[in-house]
């Protein structure tokens, strides 16, 4: 079965710091992964994704993935965070369908 | 332009009451998606339509319904078999024919009185 975890329910990080956000799937299938955003009480805004191609992916707001098969890991990083990236981010995976299964989410708090 | 829009965004449920969650798309996506979000459990998959006519169940559809008569709209029946429908619903779209990202509309929070 599908699964994506989420290493890390809250972190916090300071204003103008690096910050990585884990993401660990399970598949024996080729997935397509996904980092999307979500502010307080909000829908979801896609981040980035990986669908094929360079394992390198970058996204809006300064943030990139990299995909990495052997350890079946997206991690989501920023090199320098701010006050707006407060939010909560959630990774997802999508299978060679059209079911999405997406991880309990991280809470990302940056502070001043 | 082009989204998803979902109402209303606060609905209030008294117990074994019914309610229905409107989502409606003008992205002209043949998929539409009913998720669940609960504090610390992410997003979980309530019915989805890959098709007008036609919807599967997902890994929480008991206590809820769906209808998919129109490709633009997906409403979803909170039934009163549902024993815990406090949550935040949201509702999702996407082009069912390549792997393309889901966009996600507004949400709904449900609270029951």
């Known amino acids: 079965a599908q699964s994506v975890t989420q290493l890390d329910s809250q972190v916090p990080v300071f204003e103008e710091a690096p910050v990585e956000l884990r993401c660990n799937y399970s598949s024996s299938v080729s997935v397509y992964l996904f980092w999307y955003v979500q502010y307080p009480n909000q829908g979801l805004q896609l981040l980035l994704k990986?669908?094929?191609?360079?394992?390198l992916v970058k996204g809006i707001n300064g943030f990139e993935a990299e995909f990495n098969k052997s350890q079946t890991s997206f991690h989501l990083r920023k090199p320098s965070v701010h006050i707006s990236d407060t939010a909560e981010y959630f990774c997802a995976v999508r299978r060679t369908g059209n079911q999405f299964y997406f991880g309990t989410g991280t809470s990302l708090t940056v502070i001043p | 332009d082009g989204g998803i829009t979902q109402s209303p965004k606060y609905l209030f449920r008294k117990e074994g009451q019914n309610v229905t969650l409107s989502c409606e798309q003008n992205?002209?996506?043949?998929?539409m998606y009913w998720y669940r979000q609960d504090p610390g459990q992410g997003l979980r998959l309530i019915y989805y339509?890959?098709?007008?006519?036609?919807?599967q169940k997902g890994d929480i559809a008991e206590g809820y319904s769906v209808s998919r008569e129109k490709k633009e709209s997906f409403p979803l029946t909170v039934t009163s078999a549902q024993k815990n429908p406090t949550a935040f619903y949201l509702c999702a779209s996407s082009i069912s024919t390549s792997v393309e990202t889901q966009y996600f509309g507004p949400g709904t929070r449900l609270l029951v009185l």
């Open positions: 990986y669908l094929s191609g360079s394992t």
């Open positions: 992205l002209n996506h043949d998929a």
């Open positions: 339509s890959q098709i007008v006519n036609d919807f």
